[in-house]
């Protein structure tokens, strides 16, 4: 079984500031990890992914993410938060092997706004 | 194609009514997924389907919805009946595969704006 929790619904920073989104998650098996960011009536748009390679990834937009096993988290850091990273985040889960290992389990999302 | 494309991008239906939702995946893509995503709900696994079966339907919420894929490309998600709970954001995904272990990763479509009245 797998899960994912998105510690704040709501991040707030200011424009040229440090983002940091929280995700802790549970998986039965080594998990593959993913930041998905939504823009308003917009679909969803893949920001970087975690499968057991390094363990600091980094994907578009300036973003990265740590996958510490020890603290099964895989956090979302930016050091300079731009008015176009204002949307909802969504960390999500996979298992890595096994018969589920196709299905998606998503965070309930953490919505970023960017005060200018 | 280049991306994942869904239409309708939205849809307002009478409640009783029948709609059909149409997912067209990235070409030489075998896997293809449903999710839904509710206000207030986040998103939920619907179904998935490898080629044109699906191994996986455990996500539908009721039989009032189906769904089936032809040719190994495109995918409609019927609902049969529509309720007021129905009303939602239906995203398509589809992804090369998840052989071995390694997720491949997904590319979600724009989604369906389903809105019953």
């Known amino acids: 079984a797998q899960s994912v929790t998105q510690l704040d619904s709501h991040v707030s920073v200011s424009e040229g500031t440090p983002v940091l989104l929280r995700c802790n998650y549970s998986s039965s098996y080594s998990p593959s990890l993913f930041w998905y960011v939504q823009h308003p009536n917009k679909g969803l748009q893949l920001l970087l992914k975690y499968t057991s390679a390094a363990t600091l990834v980094k994907g578009i937009n300036g973003f990265e993410a740590e996958f510490k096993k020890s603290e099964t988290s895989f956090h979302l850091t930016k050091p300079s938060a731009h008015m176009s990273d204002a949307a909802e985040y969504f960390c999500?889960?996979?298992?890595?092997?096994?018969?589920?290992?196709?299905?998606?389990?998503f965070g309930k999302g953490t919505k970023l706004s960017v005060i200018p | 194609g280049a991306g994942v494309s869904q239409s309708p991008s939205n849809k307002v239906t009478e409640k009783g009514k029948d709609v059909e939702l149409r997912c067209d995946p990235i070409?030489?893509?075998?896997?293809l997924y449903w999710y839904r995503q509710s206000l207030g709900q986040g998103l939920e696994f619907l179904i998935y389907f490898q080629g044109n079966s699906a191994p996986d339907k455990s996500g539908l919420p009721s039989d009032r919805f189906s769904a089936e894929r032809t040719g190994g490309s495109v995918s409609t998600l019927t609902i049969q009946r529509t309720q007021q709970e129905d009303s939602a954001v239906y995203l398509c995904?589809?992804?090369?595969?998840?052989?071995?272990?390694?997720?491949?990763?997904?590319?979600f479509g724009s989604g369906t704006r389903l809105t019953v009245v």
């Open positions: 999500v889960v996979s298992d890595g092997a096994g018969a589920g290992s196709y299905q998606l389990t």
């Open positions: 070409s030489g893509h075998t896997a």
């Open positions: 995904a589809s992804s090369l595969g998840t052989g071995g272990g390694y997720n491949y990763g997904y590319t």
